[in-house]
């Protein structure tokens, strides 16, 4: 069973670059056809994709937000990270972490909230 884990700071300042690290247990990141994505959801909005990062390290990134978006991994770790710079409060939301394989979301992790506030 594949598991997801975010960790990171729940409250971030404006101007600052947020940073979250998932965590995948059950299964490696590395392993071939599977992609690593980050998605968040603003207080009463819709999910948004924001970026991946794939088996063989390749990156993709939402066109809204990739001039201010870096995914990153560490496979001694099994871990990949989202890095968000000049957040402002509209970058508030619940973050996730998730697997995608063959254009289907299998698993994801619980969530975590992020507020960006002075």
């Known amino acids: 069973q594949v598991q997801l884990q975010e960790s990171g700071p729940g409250l971030v300042k404006p101007s600052q670059t947020l940073s979250l690290t998932c965590t995948v247990s059950?299964?490696?990141?590395?392993?071939?056809?599977?992609?690593w994505s980050w998605i968040r959801q603003p207080p009463g909005k819709g999910l948004e994709w924001m970026g991946a990062?794939?088996?063989?390290?390749?990156?993709f990134y939402s066109p809204s937000l990739k001039s201010r978006t870096s995914i990153s991994r560490d496979t001694s770790k099994n871990q990949f990270t989202l890095q968000l710079s000049s957040v402002t409060p509209e970058d508030t939301a619940v973050y996730y972490c998730?697997?995608?394989?063959?254009?289907?979301?299998?698993?994801w992790g619980q969530g975590t909230q992020v507020t960006v506030s002075s």
């Open positions: 998730a697997r995608d394989y063959a254009y289907f979301r299998d698993y």
């Open positions: 059950g299964g490696s990141i590395t392993t071939n056809a599977y992609y």
């Open positions: 990062i794939g088996y063989s390290g390749n990156d």
